[in-house]
């Protein structure tokens, strides 16, 4: 889950995981802002429910702990770096 906002309010944006093999989270296979390079965190979600739909299936969450940082952010996938937060976060 990208933490986008975080403190008195909070707005995430949570994405499927493709893969993660405890360093490295590739995830989000489609565009998310396609802003290139970035160093913001990234959170464990509680997924509350599915809404199920041919059009566009979505889900709802809770953003949980910080696990680590978004690195990239693509037009066809993100990946993240899970070992460790964003240093301005920690």
């Known amino acids: 889950m990208a933490v ?8 995430s944006a949570m994405c499927t995981v493709t893969y993660n093999d405890g360093k490295h989270v590739l995830f989000c296979g489609h565009s998310f802002f396609n802003l ?5 965190p990234m959170a464990k979600a509680d997924v509350i429910t599915t809404l199920a739909s041919q059009y566009q299936p979505t889900k709802f969450g809770n953003a949980t702990e910080i696990v680590g940082a978004l690195k990239q952010i693509g037009t066809a996938a993100s990946w993240a770096n899970s070992a460790r937060p964003p240093k301005w976060f920690q």
């Open 4 to 11: 986008l906002v975080t403190g008195d309010m909070s707005i």
């Open 36 to 40: 290139g390079p970035v160093n913001m």
